[in-house]
């Protein structure tokens, strides 16, 4: 049987990148010393700051961040995969990009990924986001092998847009992941229910680190990292919004029993849309 142990890693990052630094080295020390192979940290692991303007004088290129060159020194200390689920490095143009990057056990970056879609709402209780005016969106889906498994990359709001997982899933992604920096109300509304989606219709497991808690910027973020399972099934979850970890062993064959059980990718279809325009049997719609 194949088995890969992972880790959530849950923070509360604050506004400055050496600070949130300490912190995720403090956790992830803990979460390999727990026999975590790969660990996952959640999106803006580096910082999570409101005004656009001191996030814009922050910005680094990648190989120049300083929470991505912590992130390989200690994927290389601890010889595991460590998976920084994003932090916001600079895209050109006086944009971030929402960057996650996957080490591995040598330091060396694997692959990285930038957050497509972004989060341009005003919520009923008076929060008003828009990711666009600050970050680049990205243009490429990802996946990574690492140990046996593939890891399809995804950050926070993608997490709504299920097209992007399941193409994921048909590129070969036995893990799917999502870590985020949720809302408290949507989190709330929809954090549970959005992961298991993802999870069972694609027949794969769902790994998702959340940031938790009231952050030094003022906003609030839901917490509850999660590990789900290729059947839907919540195998590990953090209680709440505290920082911590979050520790399970994949057993990695359970995904093709899943997707043997409930063969969706393979029995999908193309389909027209007819636009509300009237047809009659064997009418082809444009």
């Known amino acids: 049987m194949r088995e ?19 912190s995720m080295e403090v956790l992830v020390r803990q979460a390999a010393s727990r026999g975590a192979r790969y660990v996952q940290t959640p ?23 300083p929470v991505l060159r912590a992130a390989s020194a200690l994927a290389t200390e601890l010889g595991i995969y460590l998976h920084i689920g994003s932090t916001a490095v600079h895209a050109g143009n006086d944009m971030a990009a929402n960057r996650g990057v996957v080490f591995d056990p040598n330091g060396a970056s694997l692959a990285s990924y930038d957050k497509i879609h972004m989060f341009d709402v005003d919520l009923d209780n008076g929060e008003s986001w828009r990711e666009s005016s600050t970050y680049q969106p990205g243009e490429m889906a990802v996946t990574v092998d690492l140990d046996g498994a593939r890891l399809g990359m995804g950050i926070c709001y993608d997490v709504r847009f299920p097209h992007l997982f399941r193409d994921l899933a048909l590129a070969g992604a036995d893990i799917l992941t999502a870590p985020a920096a949720f809302t408290r109300q949507t989190g709330e509304a929809h954090w549970h229910v ?3 989606a993802r999870a069972i219709e694609n027949g ?14 003022g906003r609030e973020t839901y917490g509850h990292s999660l590990i789900v399972d290729p059947w839907g099934r919540v195998i590990a979850e953090m209680q709440g919004d505290e920082p911590g970890i ?41």
């Open 204 to 217: 794969a497991f769902m790994i998702s680190a959340a940031q938790g808690g009231v952050h030094e910027d």
């Open 194 to 196: 959005l992961q298991r």
């Open 4 to 22: 890969l142990i992972v880790a959530a890693i849950q923070m509360r990052s604050g506004v400055t990148p050496a600070a949130n630094i300490e």
């Open 246 to 286: 979050l520790v399970a062993s994949l057993a990695l064959d359970e995904v093709k029993a899943a997707r043997s059980k409930i063969p969706n990718l393979k029995n999908a279809r193309s389909y027209r849309i007819n636009n509300g325009v009237q047809t009659t049997m064997g009418e082809q719609v444009a």
């Open 43 to 65: 999106e803006m692991t580096g910082a999570l700051v409101k005004n656009r303007e001191a996030l814009r004088k922050s910005l680094r290129s990648e190989a120049e961040d």
